[in-house]
């Protein structure tokens, strides 16, 4: 994909109201205005090569690159599959997260920490990140009603719940005068200081999943304000 905006792909494109609830079949949550698209996997992986195997990689550089986000900081980096289509656009990628594993993407600094002693370590000054950044990532593990998929069970027992990642994302983000948040989760949530800006509906498939919210996730765009 390169440096280029993909194509968005989206079924439906429409606007929510100040006063119009965030409702469909998720939670009511009463939002500004914002942009809500939605897309099917399906619709990526059609489009072959590494969009098979990394069809959430998509929606996140879509997004990224839609917002102009090249200077990023993932407090929950995994693999780091989000970032294999766009990683050439991505000018510094700083990443964190407790386990050490085999990245699909490396990023630029690395720290074996969760987020909340991520937020310890930067308070103290043990860690600095002098560098602008754009964008704080946050895909917390185990957020999904119903699913039994054990690796992501275990994540979740060692760095916490998905919401208080989320809170604790949000914190790291105000420490570093980040403006901007790309959160992955079931849920449009409340967070204190950031308000929606652009959601994608992304409906996936998995065979290995037994899951009850309906195959959607969400890719959040929040900016400062509020």
């Known amino acids: 994909m390169g440096n280029q905006i993909p194509k968005p792909l989206v079924t439906e494109v429409r606007e929510?109201?100040?006063?119009?609830?965030?409702?469909?079949?998720?939670?009511?949550?009463?939002?500004?205005?914002?942009?809500?698209?939605?897309?099917?996997?399906?619709?990526?992986?059609k489009l072959g090569g590494e969009c098979v195997r990394y069809p959430s990689s998509y929606?996140?550089?879509?997004?990224?690159?839609?917002y102009g986000l090249s200077r990023v900081i993932d407090v929950t980096f995994g693999e780091g599959r989000f970032y294999k289509l766009c990683r050439s656009f991505i000018e510094l990628l700083v990443a964190a997260d407790p386990v050490r594993r085999n990245w699909v993407v490396s990023p630029d600094e690395f720290y074996q920490y969760n987020v909340?002693?991520?937020?310890?370590?930067?308070?103290?000054?043990?860690?600095?990140?002098?560098?602008?950044?754009?964008?704080?990532?946050?895909?917390?593990?185990?957020w999904s009603e119903g699913v039994s998929y054990r690796k992501r069970e275990m994540y979740n027992f060692l760095i916490g719940s998905p919401k208080l990642i989320i809170e604790y994302g949000a914190k790291v983000a105000s420490l570093l005068g980040?403006?901007?948040l790309l959160v992955h989760y079931r849920d449009l949530v409340e967070i204190s200081g950031y308000v929606p800006k652009h959601v994608v509906e992304f409906k996936w498939f998995a065979r290995y999943l037994n899951t009850k919210?309906?195959?959607?996730?969400?890719?959040?765009i929040y900016e400062k304000g509020g």
């Open 16 to 45: 929510i109201s100040r006063t119009e609830g965030y409702d469909d079949g998720l939670r009511n949550v009463v939002v500004r205005n914002v942009t809500v698209e939605k897309v099917v996997q399906f619709d990526i992986q």
């Open 59 to 66: 929606v996140v550089c879509y997004l990224l690159k839609k």
């Open 116 to 142: 909340f002693y991520l937020l310890s370590k930067l308070r103290s000054g043990d860690v600095r990140i002098v560098k602008a950044l754009d964008v704080v990532v946050i895909d917390p593990p185990k």
């Open 178 to 180: 980040v403006r901007n």
């Open 213 to 220: 919210n309906k195959n959607i996730s969400l890719y959040i």
